[in-house]
């Protein structure tokens, strides 16, 4: 069964930065785009952004400029620097497939997800 684990979440400052971390097991990470997605207070998840093995990271317009993702295929994991934050990046942040992916193959089950707050 796959595992998602998200970590690195916290109460911030706005212009704050923060790296979240989620480690994949129980799959053949190398093979699936993975996303970050997010869901802000009273907000439906939404997409983030995502990476395809070897390919460019894809990012909504919202948070482009302003954050990173990227994946290290030996960790099986996937990262997402957030720079330059706004009270308005406040949610609860998940990685899973690709929504495309998703379905096609399915989701994963979601992990617990790791919070952020923006907050002066």
């Known amino acids: 069964q796959v595992q998602l684990v998200e970590s690195g979440g916290g109460l911030v400052q706005p212009g704050g930065s923060l790296r979240l971390s989620c480690a994949v097991s129980?799959?053949?990470?190398?093979?699936?785009?993975m996303a970050w997605y997010r869901q802000g207070p009273g907000k439906q998840r939404e997409l983030v952004a995502f990476i395809a093995n070897g390919g460019t990271p894809y990012y909504q317009d919202l948070v482009k400029g302003r954050f990173t993702m990227s994946r290290d295929n030996a960790k099986n994991s996937v990262y997402l620097q957030m720079d330059s934050l706004k009270p308005e990046d406040t949610a609860v942040y998940y990685c899973n497939k690709e929504s495309r992916q998703a379905l096609i193959t399915g989701w994963w089950n979601w992990g617990q997800g790791t919070r952020v707050t923006v907050s002066s």
């Open positions: 129980g799959t053949s990470f190398m093979i699936y785009t």
